[in-house]
């Protein structure tokens, strides 16, 4: 299996050579060369097996340079019940026929980035191992991924982690899972800006390859792979939770802001998986559902960017969106390098008069909006009519899934988030505080440990230089 730049001016590379890297030298994202298909053979075993099995199943099709025992040890590690407080990692909940939620927030965190996050924490730990190398991990969060990557990565040896967080942009709850962690190798930096400015910045240090090769920068934001190949297990696990042939149909519902979680159904249905559509829920910021239903995607500056009630999501510059693009286009990397040259400088493309947005129907995409006001309805509804509390993210995707049944395709809800770790828009909506898990009372009140910092690139790596070599003892160049 051999990896390629959606840009094509990078060099065709192994799964463990791009597995600490986030951009690929040129700019671009890596893919496949070609995604492998599952046979209907396969799909029938893979019924009756566990969520690792089944991960290593998928996984082990995107992995040759692994040894397949080392693989299967850690992805048995990852998904445990330990770790995720069910055997079946990500259990489904029926809210009536034809209508479920597949639940992706029973790790550490209580959000959906856990499920990718805690193997890519194995992973890394298996490959510094092997090489002895260290790694400075920086990363961008709007919320989720930041306190997903630091309970994956907190305490692992030869890993330090700066992660780019928007200042007074995330729940209380999410700032104070990030913010209160006190493990020497975490350094948590707030920005004066969006996470579109956050994400700005952990591309603009990887476009800088002296700066990334000399001080070992890797990302897990999305762009990172291995984080997207996890990903693509769950919608396996979703089909084969609610079906019991493989010639049935169903369609994903998810909350889409930075385009990963979803472009993991893109990958799933490309490999195979009889998913009918893939429905795009945005919030206010609905770049995205501009685009698949005109054909013009026009990424937003950080003023014209909302602050919503399903703050994950408040995103303007999605990506992951260059991998969908990047097949939508018949994977050929001069249109791809034309339409990102378009973007740059607050720019926009238009691909609605063009043979390529004709062929979004083919992927399944199709895409909805949901507002402050849908939000708050939504998990009224919810709770008066299935008995259930969800988070708003999950309540955007919920809300548009509604718009899209269909009366003989099961629509699967993707559960992003617990609804603990959004209080106040739940106490808005139903008048009372959420229940806290286990653990998590009070974490808003432990003290934080942070570091605020504008949004300049020249801060950011002055900052990684100085704590590598206080860290190590030297300075490096």
């Given at each position: ?11 065709i590379k192994t799964f463990t050579d791009i597995l600490l890297e986030g951009l690929a ?10 995604y492998p298909r599952v046979t209907p053979d396969e799909l029938s075993a893979w019924r ?170 890797g990302t897990i934001n999305s762009i990172n792979w291995a984080r997207l190949l996890a ?247």
């Open positions: 299996m051999k990896y390629i730049s959606t840009r094509g001016g990078s060099p030298p040129d700019g671009g994202l890596y893919l496949p060369m070609t009756h097996v566990s969520y690792a099995d089944l991960a290593f199943a998928v996984i082990g099709k995107f992995i040759d340079d692994i040894p397949p025992r080392d693989l299967q040890t850690l992805i048995a590690a990852t998904y445990s019940t330990e770790c995720f407080a069910s055997h079946e990692i990500t259990p489904v909940t029926t809210l009536e026929p034809g209508l479920h939620l597949l639940h992706l927030s029973n790790g550490p965190t209580l959000a959906f980035k856990d499920i990718a996050m805690q193997l890519l924490g194995n992973l890394f730990t298996y490959a510094l191992a092997k090489t002895g190398d260290e790694i400075n991990i920086l990363g961008a969060t709007s919320g989720d991924t930041g306190s997903a990557a630091e309970y994956a990565m907190r305490g692992k040896a030869g890993v330090r982690v700066f992660m780019l967080s928007p200042q007074e942009r995330m729940s209380p709850f999410q700032r104070a899972q990030m913010y209160s962690l006190t493990d020497r190798n975490i350094f948590n930096i707030a920005i004066d800006g969006t996470f579109d400015d956050c994400q700005d910045l952990v591309k603009a240090v990887s476009h800088d390859d002296d700066f990334k090769q000399t001080h070992r920068i990903q693509v297990v769950y919608y396996f696990r979703g089909y084969l939770a609610l079906t019991r042939h493989n010639d049935e149909q169903v369609s994903f519902a998810v909350p889409s802001g930075n385009f990963g979680n979803i472009c993991a159904g893109h990958i799933a249905r490309c490999m195979g998986l009889p998913i009918k559509r893939l429905v795009v829920a945005t919030n206010e910021n609905d770049v995205l559902h501009e685009f698949f239903r005109h054909g013009v995607y026009r990424p937003r500056r950080s003023a014209e960017t909302y602050t919503t009630s399903s703050p994950s999501m408040d995103i303007s510059r999605a990506s992951n969106f260059e991998r969908f693009v990047f097949d939508l286009t018949e994977r050929e990397p001069t249109i791809v390098r034309q339409l990102w040259s378009s973007l740059e400088n607050g720019g926009a493309f238009d691909l609605s008069g063009t043979h390529h947005f004709q062929r979004v129907e083919q992927f399944g995409f199709v895409s909805g909006k949901s507002t402050h006001t849908n939000r708050l309805d939504t998990i009224r509804h919810a709770w008066n009519r299935y008995s259930i509390e969800i988070d708003p993210h999950t309540a955007d995707g919920l809300k548009v899934a509604l718009d899209y049944r269909e009366i003989d395709v099961r629509m699967i809800c993707l559960e992003t988030a617990q609804p603990a770790k959004f209080e106040a828009t739940i106490e808005q909506a139903l008048g009372r505080k959420p229940v806290r898990p286990k653990g998590f009372a009070g974490i808003e009140n432990q003290p934080q440990r942070f570091t605020v910092m504008p949004a300049d690139v020249a801060h950011v790596k002055s900052f990684i230089n100085a704590h590598i070599a206080h860290a190590s003892g030297s300075v490096h160049a």
